[in-house]
């Protein structure tokens, strides 16, 4: 995997940057001595080689590393934007940059990043999830009006170090947000109702958590090597009439299918509610 040769700055030092840039330095992707981190915590500061407690600090660090064709990701809540990005673009005029900036903040258009962050600006979308953490994420880009080529090649770069990414168009990025960003959570419900289960039909809640773990994994990782679908490896393990039938049908009775899509249609809308706030 190719090294990101420009210097990058992150706003936000929080969980998902961690996983980011742990994840792209381990990759090779990303060097240490050519990231900087901007956060107000200096506990979060303190992880990364170059921390700094103002974005104006931030900004001119990356001018001096040599900023033309830098990056800025910003990796902070969607309601701290306005925060962040405060007197940022009168720093990145002042020091001269044209940066490429990719977002990862949920239910956030570029149009209102590029209207924080001005003109010299290019925007990026982007969407990940926390299995990136453990460079097994999946994440969407989509480009904007101010990006070009160069731009989504940077983003795809640094996200393929910590797993999976998708290009689509920036008007799916809260549908996939719905499915993939918050998809972990999905998961991690089904886990706690299967463990949940397996407690009450006796079993001990290490022991519980045990098996209900290594049953997701063991089907998550056949779904992957296997050139099958979930639908017909679903019906491999269901006998008409057998204990799996007896499960899935009732899980049927109650409409669970139908209950995911509604979930995930909530999740989609809320990301559009989110964006239509800011």
């Known amino acids: ?62 001018g001096e590393c040599g900023g033309d064709g ?70 969407a880009i989509s480009g904007s009006g101010s990006s070009n080529d160069e731009d989504l090649e940077l983003a795809t770069t640094l996200m393929s170090a910590v797993g999976e990414v998708v290009q689509i168009d920036e008007s799916m990025m809260d549908a996939f947000t719905a499915v993939a960003g918050s998809g972990p959570a999905y998961v991690f419900y089904l886990v706690e109702a299967m463990t949940n289960a397996a407690v009450e039909l006796g079993f001990d809640p290490a022991g519980a958590r045990r098996i209900v773990e290594q049953t997701v994994i063991g089907s998550a990782s056949l779904l992957q090597v296997s050139d099958e679908d979930a639908a017909t490896l679903r019906s491999k393990v269901t006998s008409k009439n057998g204990t799996t039938y007896a499960a899935t049908t009732t899980l049927d009775s109650h409409r669970v299918m139908d209950a995911f899509v509604s979930a995930l249609t909530a999740a989609r809308d809320r990301g559009v509610e989110l964006g239509c706030e800011g």
């Open 1 to 62: 995997m190719n090294q990101i040769q420009v210097p990058m700055v992150f706003v936000g030092g929080g969980n998902m940057a961690h996983a980011i840039i742990s994840g792209a330095q381990r990759a090779g992707v990303l060097d240490a001595e050519r990231v900087g981190v901007i956060d107000p915590s200096e506990d979060r500061r303190g992880l990364y080689t170059h921390g700094f407690a103002s974005a104006a600090d931030g900004i001119r660090w990356l």
């Open 70 to 139: 830098c990056g800025i990701v910003f990796a902070v809540k969607p309601q701290m934007l306005e925060v962040a990005a405060d007197g940022m673009e009168g720093v990145i005029d002042d020091a001269g940059l044209t940066p490429t900036v990719i977002s990862v903040l949920a239910g956030t258009k570029s149009d209102r990043i590029a209207g924080l962050l001005g003109d010299r600006c290019r925007v990026i979308r982007v969407m990940p999830n926390t299995p990136a953490s453990v460079g097994l994420g999946m994440s």
